[in-house]
């Protein structure tokens, strides 16, 4: 059954399944491995099982699996992919949900204050998830500041002539 035309995304995110397949054998775990695109982006899901163990303490693990995954699908030629997002056993889903709610402790802040509020530093899905909670919101606006790993975003209100303030 042909579902439209593959492009360099659904290869990339197959590649990335594929990787992540190969770790898995070498590693000896098993687990279903579930691949696509979602929002433009590769992403590769391993719904549970064995694969749990895998995400670490404060998810040091899947963040670095995401990394190799994401280096290991650049060097088999797609560089002009976003990056893979990789999920363990809905860890992305549930830490997306803190991020959320950090976001909106951080624009109630801003709310009552007036004043900008920085956040931890982050990682950038964490960044990204943050931005796209504060982007919901009308009146406010967010940036990141600092540099690696001490990257971190500024939630701050906009002018009425859009400027941050």
Not at 15 to 32: K, M, N, R, T, V
Not at 86 to 115: C, M, N, P, S, W
Request: hydrophobic share 40%; proline share 5%.
């Amino acid at each position: 059954m042909n579902e439209g035309p593959v492009n360099n995304t659904d290869r990339a995110a197959e590649s990335a399944a594929d990787y992540i397949e190969e770790l898995l054998d070498a590693a000896d775990l098993d687990g279903d491995i579930d691949y696509g695109v979602t929002q433009g982006r590769p992403f590769v899901e391993l719904p549970g099982g064995d694969c749990a163990q895998l995400i670490g303490r404060h998810g040091e693990g899947i963040d670095a699996l995401q990394m190799l995954t994401r280096l290991a699908v650049r060097a088999s030629g797609f560089k002009d992919v976003p990056g893979v997002v990789l999920d363990i056993d809905g860890y992305r889903d549930a830490q997306r949900q803190g991020l959320f709610a950090e976001a909106k402790e951080a624009l109630d802040r801003v709310r009552e204050t007036g004043e900008p509020v920085v956040l931890r530093p982050m990682n950038p899905f964490e960044r990204a998830a943050v931005h796209s909670r504060v982007a919901e919101e009308e009146g406010f606006t967010s940036e990141s500041a600092g540099l690696p790993p001490m990257r971190s975003v500024v939630v701050s209100r906009e002018t009425s002539d859009g400027a941050v303030r």
